[in-house]
């Protein structure tokens, strides 16, 4: 299979309070907004390649709306719909254009989860006063001092991780590139995925509630992990608690940290990490003790991190694997 997707895009999410949502981001976290339609909001940080990377609109609950991805080139457009298409189960339909972009294919994966793929998307012409000197930057970096470079991953809840994980690597050529099961079973409860050489772009933890198409976290890129510790102190000195980090996961090998922003939606930031070319690569299978999330071992990650969103009754497990009480009920169920 050519290869059919390139990177993520940017991404969709509903909040229940979007102007609260907006100045979050712009005011904490140094994004800028690019374009406006009445509540809905088009948000870039200063490394985004297209015009934004995040649109913040109305809804009732946080929610992702749908994540988009940007295919290899027009024909892989078609043949990426073409395969949805084939597969059976899954259908979708067609925009002729959207803002800053041009034609694109939208649909619901096989658990749920609003996915959009496109080729023709405007690059970000910077304006005279944010113009970088550096010819490789779409605009210059940000005065502010937590501003992310750009979006880097979505992290979703699905009902079956491996059947998730199959589909998008089967169907739009996902590379699998890790797995964590159960220490006690083969229950999978995490795995990334992703479309080019970094560790993942598309995460998905294990959803025990019966609502379809959650999202666990949606994360931003920064050059380096000690800007991870000035995000943290900078969140905390203005009335944003820190969930979980700044710490390194095993799987991936990237430095984190998580925050809520006003809708409840997680956020994460991250850095370092490293970099797989290998097209072949066979996913390999870790168990939470081998600190799939935590890479020194020494810390729980806190419950409220079972949380994905909207709010549903059942938890998500983690890279971490489960809780106790958690990991006992997928065992009755596994076993
Ligand atoms: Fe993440």
């Known amino acids: 299979m050519t290869t059919l997707l390139s990177h993520l895009a940017y991404l969709e999410i509903g909040s229940p309070v979007p102007a609260d949502s907006v100045a979050f981001y712009t005011e904490k976290f140094g994004m800028r907004v690019a374009d406006r339609e009445g509540d809905t909001y088009y948000l870039r940080s200063w490394g985004d390649y297209y015009r934004y990377s995040l649109v913040v609109g109305p809804a009732p609950e946080a929610v992702l709306k749908t994540m988009a991805w940007r295919t290899s080139s027009a024909e892989a457009l078609h043949d990426a719909v073409r395969r949805i298409e084939t597969v059976g189960g899954v259908s979708g339909s067609w925009s002729e254009s ?26 970000y012409d910077a304006d005279p006063g944010h113009r970088s000197v550096f010819p490789d930057r779409p605009e210059k970096r940000s005065l ?15 009902s079956d991780v491996r059947r998730f994980a199959e589909w998008y690597c089967e169907v739009l050529g996902f590379r699998i590139m890790a797995y964590t099961d159960l220490e006690e079973a083969p229950v999978t409860v995490f795995s990334v995925l992703t479309t080019n050489e970094k560790s993942h772009d ?12 959650r999202v ?15 995000t943290a102190d900078l969140m905390i000195e203005n009335g944003v ?9 095993g799987i991936g090998e990237q430095h984190y940290l ?25 996913p390999r299978t870790w168990k939470p003790s081998a600190g ?44």
């Open 98 to 123: 959207g803002p800053g972009h041009g034609r694109s294919y939208r649909f619901e994966g096989p658990l749920g989860h609003p996915m959009t793929l496109l080729w023709e998307i405007d690059e």
């Open 258 to 282: 998580y925050f809520r922003e006003p809708s409840t939606l997680r956020v994460e930031v991250n850095s370092g990490g490293y970099r797989n070319y290998v097209p072949d690569w066979r």
């Open 202 to 213: 598309l995460g998905i933890v294990l959803d025990t509630s019966a609502a379809p198409g």
């Open 144 to 158: 502010h001092a937590a501003a992310p470079r750009f979006l880097d991953h979505v992290t979703v809840a699905a």
């Open 241 to 249: 608690r820190i969930e979980y980090g700044p710490a390194i996961h």
């Open 292 to 335: 799939s999330n935590n890479f020194f071992r020494n810390w729980d990650m806190p419950d409220s991190m079972m949380e994905a969103f909207p709010a549903a009754e059942g938890r998500t497990a983690t890279e971490q694997g489960a809780p106790p009480q958690l990991e006992q009920e997928l065992l009755n169920v596994a076993i």
């Open 216 to 230: 666990h976290h949606i994360a931003f890129w920064v050059d380096h992990p000690e800007d991870l510790t000035r």
